[in-house]
């Protein structure tokens, strides 16, 4: 278990990050890629990534660092995932390019005592400025062919988890964010819990707060660095909503297109007009009906067909469900 120890000034400085972190994603989508899970909503992504890697020219070359740094088990470097992450893809290269050559050493040793690196690990460990750039090359490869193609789903459902903490904040303050972040985590008595954490350790915040990262590709259990000195992150899992559905070109099928087509047929009308607005802040199917002067049932057959439609993504927690705009109804409600 991982205990996280916060201060009252931790809990204050407790927030969440503001949209998916696309060098996250990326390293938690390889160990997924390489593992064994039978995740229902991940088969046709992984299935198409591993073709579309295969099918790339010099693949083996090109990404045999990349994928031996993130094995689909256990320890992974810290410095693959800097905290300059935050601001976009492009400083998240950046900052790796720039890791310190004591780091790049610590964390490879650690991580070739339970794995074989291929040769340039070694290079790397040194801090050669050819390798990083090499490492770096690949990792934005790998995130234009088996990330950016899904960004939309993956920040629906990021989008989504964020509206839910939003909503616990409003109503509980920043011990309500941390409380919302069941059934994998446990607050309580100024300490959050990581459940099923594969270490036994704690984590001591000492006034620098938490940032905590909503992941699609997280696994399970929720993540945290290493090295107790880095700035405090915790990378948990979102709920994935329908999975990921590959974008034209990359396999989308076509009963999946008309299904959508249908959907979006059935959008006609002033009140699911109404609907799609009221969720532009996140509301609840209770709140819906009382803003629109519907039944309850109605609210919730509209959100259907909205939801069908990929317009919206609705979440439930305990007795209430949230439904929160997709990017894809946010464009259709400012058209």
Not at 57 to 77: K, T
Not at 124 to 138: D, I, K
Not at 289 to 318: C, F, K, M, P, Y
Request: aromatic share 4%.
């Amino acid at each position: 278990m991982l205990k996280i120890i916060f201060s009252s000034e931790d809990i204050l400085r407790t927030r969440v990050a503001p949209a998916a972190d696309p060098v996250w994603e990326l390293v938690l989508s390889l160990h997924l890629l390489q593992g064994r899970g039978r995740d229902p909503l991940l088969t046709p992504w992984r299935r198409t990534v591993a073709n579309t890697l295969r099918m790339e020219e010099s693949a083996g070359e090109r990404f045999r660092l990349l994928l031996a740094l993130n094995p689909p088990r256990g320890y992974f470097p810290d410095f693959l995932t800097p905290y300059a992450s935050k601001d976009g893809l492009a400083a998240g290269l950046e900052a790796v390019r720039g890791t310190p050559v004591d780091m790049l050493h610590r964390d490879l040793t650690r991580l070739a005592e339970e794995n074989v690196l291929p040769a340039p690990a070694a290079g790397l460990a040194r801090g050669e400025p050819e390798v990083l750039r090499h490492l770096t090359g690949s990792m934005a490869r790998y995130q234009e062919l088996a990330v950016t193609p899904y960004w939309s789903r993956i920040q629906a459902a990021v989008e989504a988890d964020r509206a839910r903490r939003a909503r616990a904040m409003l109503d509980g303050g920043a011990e309500g964010l941390l409380a919302s972040l069941r059934p994998s985590m446990r607050w309580a008595d100024g300490v959050l819990e990581v459940l099923d954490y594969p270490d036994t350790r704690e984590l001591h915040l000492d006034g620098r707060g938490l940032l905590l990262v909503p992941s699609f590709f997280c696994a399970r259990i929720p993540v945290a660095l290493v090295d107790p000195a880095l700035p405090p992150v915790l990378v948990y899992p979102v709920d994935r909503l329908d999975g990921l559905i590959p974008a034209p070109g990359l396999g989308a099928r076509r009963d999946a297109d008309d299904a959508s087509r249908e959907a979006l047929a059935a959008l006609l009308g002033r009140t699911r007009a109404a609907v799609l607005e009221a969720a532009d802040e996140g509301c609840t199917t209770g709140e819906m009906a009382r803003r629109l002067r519907i039944s309850a049932a109605a609210a919730s057959q509209h959100t259907s067909v909205l939801r069908n439609a990929g317009l919206l993504v609705s979440h439930r927690d305990r007795n209430t469900v949230l439904h929160t705009l997709t990017p894809l109804g946010r464009a259709v409600l400012d058209a």
